[in-house]
C-alpha cells in the first residue's frame, strides 16, 4: 500500500488512527458493561453508607448492571478515600466523597487530595447537628457550653476520628466562642454509628453528627437534639435553633455527599452518571426515602461540585490552622 | 409482645410468597456459604436487586434465610475440607474436621446442621420474648465493655485451642499484630506498611484464614505427614442425624449455655456473632468433665459453639430493628432495603407496627426449621465428596483457595497473603502452635484497639476508669480471675509435680 504514494499511506494511517480512537471512545458508550463497585470510605449503617447505598440502587436500575457497594474505612475516611483515587480510572470504581477528603492535605497526611478525583455530582448536604444525652445536666446548647467552659475537658465528644469534620465542627465552634480547642476532650470514632452507641450508653457527653443520624436515638429517648452547628435553620429540621442565633458566631461548616470517580475517569462515564444522579435526586421515591431518614436532597452538577470542595478545602485549612490541627 | 401481634406476624409470615423466599434463600444460602470464600455479606449483597420487585417482608425474609444458611453451610467445607467458612466457624473447624479424619463426616456435618438450627430457633424464641429488653441492655454497652468483652474472647481463645496456653497465646499475639497492619484507625498514620498502598488497607482476614486452614493442609499433604481419613467412611456412618437425640440428652445443658451467650453477645453491635461462637467453645472447654478430649474430635464444643452462633446471628438484628444501629454489614443493608420499602427501623416501628418486626424474627424461626431438610440433603450429597480420591480432592481444594482469597477484593494481593499464611500456618502447626487463635486476633485485633483508645481518651489517660462503670468492672473482674486462675493453677501443678519428684 505504501509504495503506491506516500499520500494514500498517510491517509490510510490518519484513517487508521481515527478508527482506533473512535474505537477507544465508543468504548465506554455502552458503559457500564459489568459490575461497577461503588466504594464507601465510612462504616456500614453510618449516614454516608446508607445514602450511598439508595443511590446506588437507583443507579443500578437505571443502567442494568449491579452498582455494589465497598465499605472501606479506617484512617478517617483516608483508606477509603484514597481507594477510589488509586482505582483504575476505567469508569468501573466509583465513590462516594465527603467533606473529610478536602482536609487530609492540610493536616499534612499524603494519599488524597481535592485534585485527585474527577468529580461527578453531589447528592446531599446537611449540616452537623450538637446531640447530647436525654439524661445530661442541662437540657440545651446554653447549658451544655456553659458546661464546657466551666472544664473544657471534662466533656467528652465524638463524632469521627480527630481531625475529621465532626471533631473541626465542634472545636470550630468552641474557639468562636473563646474555649480552648486545644482543652477540649474529642474521642476519636469510626463514624457516627459508635459514637452514637458511646452517647446512649452514658461514656461520652456529645456526638456531633447530622440530625438525621441522631433521629433513631432520639425517638427512642436516649439522645437529644439541641442545635445545629450552622448559620440557617434546616428546612428538615424547622424547630432546631442555630449556632449563629443562639451564641451569634458565624461557623457554618457544611458537610456534603457527592459521587466521585479517580482522575482520568471517561468523561462518558462521568456524564451518564451525572445525568442518572441528576434523575435520581428528582425521584420522587430517592426524595422520600431521604426525607424519611432526615437527609436533605441537595444535587449539583459536576462542574459546581468541584467548586464546592475547592472552597471548603481552602475554608477548612484556615480553620485548622486556628485550632492547631493544620501541619 | 400481645397474642394478636403474633398471631397477625404469623398470618403474614405463612404466606405462600414469603415461604417461597425463604425457602429460595435457603437454597441460594447453602451454596454460598458451602463455597469457601463466598461470605453471607457477599451473599446478602448480591441478592439487593432482586428485592426490588419484592414486598417489604418477603425481601428481609429472602435475606434472612440465606444469611441462616449461609452461616450453617460454611460449617460444610470446614469440617471436609478444613476451611472455616466464617470467622465463626474457626473456632470449630479442627474439632470438626478431627471427627471427619476419624471416619464420622457424618456425624461433624449432622452436629452443625441439628444444633444450628436448635440453637437458631431457641434463639430466635428469645428474642421474641425479650427481644426489646436485649437492645436496650446492648445500647448501655460503652468503649470500655467492649473492650473487656474482646480481651475475654482472645483471653479465652488462647486458653482453650490447644493444649499449651502459652503457645495459644504466642498465635494470638501474632494475629493482633498483623491486625495492626495498616493505616492507624484514630490518626491515619500507616503502620507497618513498608510503602505499599495495598497493605495500607489492612490485611483482611479471610485469605489468612484460608490460607492458614486450608492451603497449609495441603503443605501438610505434600510432607505426607498429613493425617488421613481412615478407610473410605461406611455408609452408615452418613445416615444424618443418628444418634443425636442421644446427644442433646447426654449434653442438654451444652445447647442451652451455647444458645445464652449466642443470643446475648450477638445483641452487641459490631463482632457480638462471632466472638459469641469463640466464647462459647471455651466456655464448653472450661466447665466439661472431660475437656483432654476437646481439640480431637469431641461433640461437646462443637454443639455449643454451632448453636451459639446461629443463636447470636438472629439477635444481631434487635440492634438493627430497635434503634437502627445495624451491627454488621448484613443488617445494614438490610436496614437499607427496608428504608427503601418506607419501612423505618427504630423504636417507632415497634410502637407503630409491631408486627413487621415480629414477623422477621419468625422468618429466623421458618428458616432455621428448613435447616433440618436441607441439611439433610446437604449430609447425604458430602458423601460424595468423601468419595473422591485425595490426588483428585486436593487440586480442588487448591483452586477454591484461590478462588476464595481471589474473591474477596478481586486483587492477586488477597492470593500472596493466602499463600504466605499458609507458609506460615504450616511451620506453626508442626510446632503445635494453634492457628485458631491468629484468626481471632485478626478480627479481635481492631475492635480491642479501637475501644481502648476510645476508652483512654474519655478517661483521659486514667487506666482506672476500666473499672468506674459497674458492667465494664465486672467485666474486668472476671478477666482478671480467669487470668489469675490460670497462672496459679499452673503453679500449684508444677510444685505438685515437683513434690512428687522429691518424695
Avoid at chain 1, 38 to 66: K, N
Avoid at chain 1, 188 to 201: K, T
Avoid at chain 1, 279 to 299: N, P
Avoid at chain 2, 276 to 285: K, T
Amino acid at each position: 500500500m505504501f509504495h503506491q504514494g506516500s499520500a494514500r499511506g498517510c491517509l490510510a494511517l490518519c484513517m487508521a488512527g481515527a478508527m482506533v480512537f473512535a474505537g477507544a471512545g465508543s468504548a465506554f458508550a455502552d458503559w457500564p458493561e459489568k459490575a461497577v463497585t461503588v466504594i464507601v470510605p465510612w462504616s456500614a449503617g453510618g449516614g454516608t453508607d446508607a445514602t450511598a447505598r439508595a443511590v446506588a440502587t437507583e443507579l443500578e436500575e437505571i443502567f442494568g448492571q449491579p452498582f455494589n457497594v465497598v465499605n472501606r474505612t479506617g484512617g478517617g475516611g483516608l483508606v477509603g478515600h484514597s481507594t477510589i483515587a488509586t482505582s483504575p480510572a476505567d469508569g468501573y470504581t466509583l465513590g462516594v466523597i465527603t467533606i473529610e477528603s478536602t482536609m487530609f492535605e492540610a493536616q499534612g497526611i499524603p494519599g488524597v487530595t481535592p485534585a485527585d478525583f474527577a468529580y461527578i455530582g453531589r447528592f446531599n448536604a446537611d449540616p452537623i447537628a450538637i446531640n447530647i444525652a436525654a439524661d445530661a445536666e442541662y437540657s440545651d446548647a446554653a447549658g451544655l457550653i456553659d458546661t464546657v467552659r466551666a472544664d473544657p475537658g471534662a466533656v467528652a465528644a465524638s463524632g469521627a476520628n480527630r481531625g475529621g469534620l465532626s471533631h473541626l465542627a465542634w472545636i470550630g465552634l468552641l474557639d468562636r466562642l473563646d474555649i480552648d480547642p486545644t482543652a477540649a476532650n474529642w474521642v476519636a470514632s469510626d463514624g457516627s454509628a459508635p459514637a452514637l452507641q458511646q452517647l446512649a450508653s452514658g461514656a461520652i457527653d456529645v456526638v456531633s453528627t447530622s440530625p438525621a443520624e441522631a433521629q433513631s436515638l432520639v425517638d427512642a429517648g436516649q439522645a437529644r437534639t439541641v442545635a445545629l452547628i450552622s448559620s440557617e435553620r434546616s428546612a428538615l429540621y424547622p424547630d432546631l435553633p442555630t449556632t449563629t442565633e443562639l451564641f451569634d458566631t458565624d461557623w457554618s461548616p457544611l458537610p456534603f455527599r457527592g459521587i466521585a470517580a479517580p482522575t482520568g475517569t471517561p468523561d462518558e462515564v462521568v456524564s451518564k452518571v451525572e445525568a442518572a444522579l441528576k434523575e435520581i435526586t428528582e425521584d420522587s421515591a430517592f426524595q422520600d426515602f431521604m426525607a424519611a431518614r432526615g437527609f436533605s436532597v441537595a444535587y449539583q452538577d459536576a462542574a459546581t461540585f468541584e467548586q464546592t470542595v475547592t472552597s471548603a478545602a481552602e475554608g477548612f485549612g484556615s480553620a485548622m490552622s486556628s485550632a492547631g490541627l493544620a501541619q | 409482645m400481645s397474642a394478636a401481634t403474633l398471631a397477625t406476624s404469623l398470618s403474614m409470615v405463612i404466606e405462600a410468597h414469603v415461604l417461597l423466599a425463604i425457602l429460595g434463600g435457603a437454597v441460594y444460602g447453602l451454596f454460598i456459604g458451602a463455597l469457601p470464600g463466598l461470605t453471607a455479606t457477599m451473599a446478602t449483597a448480591l441478592l439487593v436487586p432482586l428485592t426490588f420487585y419484592m414486598a417489604p417482608l418477603p425481601s428481609i425474609a429472602l435475606i434472612v434465610a440465606s444469611t441462616t444458611m449461609a452461616i450453617t453451610a460454611g460449617d460444610i467445607p470446614g469440617a471436609l475440607l478444613r476451611i472455616p467458612g466464617t470467622p465463626a466457624s474457626a473456632a470449630y473447624t479442627g474439632e470438626s474436621h478431627a471427627m471427619t479424619l476419624r471416619g464420622e463426616a457424618g456425624r461433624a456435618l449432622s452436629i452443625g446442621f441439628f444444633f444450628s438450627a436448635t440453637g437458631g430457633m431457641i434463639g430466635a424464641a428469645v428474642l421474641l420474648l425479650t427481644g426489646p429488653l436485649l437492645a436496650r441492655v446492648s445500647l448501655n454497652f460503652s468503649s470500655f465493655e467492649f473492650f473487656w468483652l474482646a480481651v475475654l474472647g482472645l483471653l479465652t481463645c488462647a486458653l482453650v485451642s490447644g493444649s499449651n496456653p502459652v503457645k495459644g497465646g504466642v498465635s494470638l499475639a501474632l494475629g493482633v499484630l498483623v491486625s495492626t497492619v495498616g493505616l492507624d484507625i484514630t490518626t491515619g498514620q500507616p503502620r507497618f506498611t513498608f510503602g505499599s498502598m495495598e497493605l495500607m488497607g489492612g490485611v483482611s482476614f479471610i485469605p489468612v484464614m484460608i490460607g492458614m486452614f486450608a492451603f497449609s493442609e495441603i503443605l501438610r499433604g505434600l510432607s505426607s505427614d498429613g493425617a488421613r481419613p481412615a478407610a473410605a467412611p461406611e455408609t452408615r456412618s452418613l445416615r444424618p442425624y443418628a444418634g443425636i437425640p442421644t446427644l442433646v440428652l447426654r449434653y442438654p445443658l451444652s445447647l442451652l449455655r451455647g444458645t445464652t451467650i449466642g443470643a446475648s453477645l450477638g445483641a452487641l453491635p459490631g463482632v457480638g456473632g462471632d466472638l459469641a461462637a469463640w466464647i462459647a467453645y471455651g466456655v464448653s472447654a472450661r466447665f466439661s468433665k472431660t475437656p483432654e478430649k476437646f481439640g480431637k474430635g469431641h461433640e461437646e464444643g462443637l454443639i455449643e459453639a454451632t448453636s451459639a452462633n446461629n443463636a447470636g446471628l438472629s439477635s444481631a438484628w434487635i440492634p438493627a430493628l430497635v434503634f437502627g444501629i445495624p451491627g454488621d454489614a448484613v443488617t445494614a443493608i438490610a436496614v437499607g432495603v427496608l428504608y427503601m420499602k418506607g419501612v423505618s427501623p427504630g423504636p417507632r416501628l415497634f410502637a407503630e407496627n409491631p408486627s413487621m418486626p415480629t414477623a422477621i424474627i419468625l422468618c429466623f424461626f421458618v428458616a432455621n426449621l428448613l435447616l433440618f431438610p436441607l441439611g439433610y440433603l446437604a449430609i447425604k450429597g458430602a458423601r460424595l465428596v468423601l468419595m473422591v480420591p485425595r490426588n483428585v480432592i486436593v487440586p480442588m481444594i487448591l483452586v477454591c483457595c484461590f478462588l476464595g482469597s481471589y474473591a474477596i477484593n478481586n486483587t492477586l494481593f488477597g492470593v500472596g497473603i493466602m499463600l504466605v499464611a499458609g507458609l506460615v500456618g504450616y511451620v506453626m502447626e508442626r510446632n503445635d502452635f494453634p492457628i485458631a487463635p491468629v484468626i481471632l486476633g485478626l478480627v479481635l485485633g481492631p475492635v480491642l484497639e479501637r475501644n481502648f483508645i476510645m476508652s483512654m481518651q474519655i478517661a483521659r489517660g486514667d487506666l482506672l476508669g476500666f473499672f468506674d462503670r459497674p458492667v465494664s468492672a465486672l467485666l474486668g473482674a472476671v478477666v482478671i480471675a480467669i487470668l489469675l486462675f490460670t497462672v496459679i493453677s499452673r503453679i500449684r501443678n508444677r510444685s505438685a509435680r515437683h513434690l512428687r519428684r522429691l518424695s
